[in-house]
């Protein structure tokens, strides 16, 4: 049961440099996310996609992008990272028919220093 | 926009009954979920109100008041195992789930 899969799980890296995050689910799932998470502030959403072929800002889009691949893959980049994108990256999907739950990853932690 | 509140902190004993308070401000709102995080790992859903009312699954209840915009999560009898951080979510979604945005969260410590 592998579920929802992101790599890498830890990342470092300079001011500057870009990177992508990746995430795969193999539950047939439509819809895919991704938050980051910092102390005290909860999950934010960045982006989200409702379907293969679509995508979404959510409410802290500025300085990512985001691709889905197709409807298993749901990619998040970072062109020049900052220090303010020091944080645990989360990925999650969510089945057609609303039940209200996601299903997440384990988490990406990435640091920029 | 949207807003969440939550209490930051709560703490309780082992076989006791907490409850966790969240209020939304919300365009567009769909349903409330609720899920868990312990230290360092996933978060898990527990529980989600479309409609209002109480959702009882196992120790663990849901309620929403949409009139109110309120809802809250309560856990009876108290486990060690339940300290952890708990989020409110509330969706924009139909059909299907559409955007979810989180509380920033509770953190619960249960003593022994």
């Known amino acids: 049961n592998a579920g929802v899969t992101q790599t890498p799980k830890f990342q470092v890296l300079k001011t500057g440099q870009s990177m992508t995050l990746q995430c795969a689910q193999d539950?047939?799932?439509?819809?895919m996310y991704w938050y980051r998470q910092d102390p005290g502030m909860g999950l934010r959403l960045i982006y989200y996609s409702a379907s293969e072929g679509t995508t979404d800002k959510g409410e802290v889009p500025n300085g990512y992008n985001v691709s889905r691949l197709n409807k298993r893959e749901f990619s998040l980049r970072l062109e020049s990272a900052a220090p303010s994108q020091t944080s645990v990256y989360f990925c999650a999907s969510a089945a057609t028919e609303n039940t209200g739950e996601l299903f997440f990853g384990e988490g990406s932690r990435l640091t920029v220093l | 926009g949207q807003s969440l509140e939550q209490p930051s902190e709560v703490t309780a004993v082992e076989g006791a009954i907490v409850q966790i308070n969240c209020t939304y401000q919300t365009s567009g709102f769909y349903g409330l979920s609720w899920y868990q995080q312990h230290d360092g790992g996933a978060p898990t859903f527990l529980s989600y109100?479309?409609?209002?009312g109480l959702e009882e699954t196992g120790r663990f209840s849901s309620f929403l008041s949409r009139s109110d915009s309120y809802g809250y999560l309560l856990l009876q009898e108290l486990q060690m195992k339940d300290s952890a951080s708990y989020f409110c979510a509330v969706s924009w979604g139909g059909s299907t789930l559409g955007r979810l945005y989180f509380g920033r969260g509770t953190q619960l410590t249960v003593w022994p």
């Open positions: 109100n479309a409609l209002d």
């Open positions: 539950m047939n799932h439509n819809s």
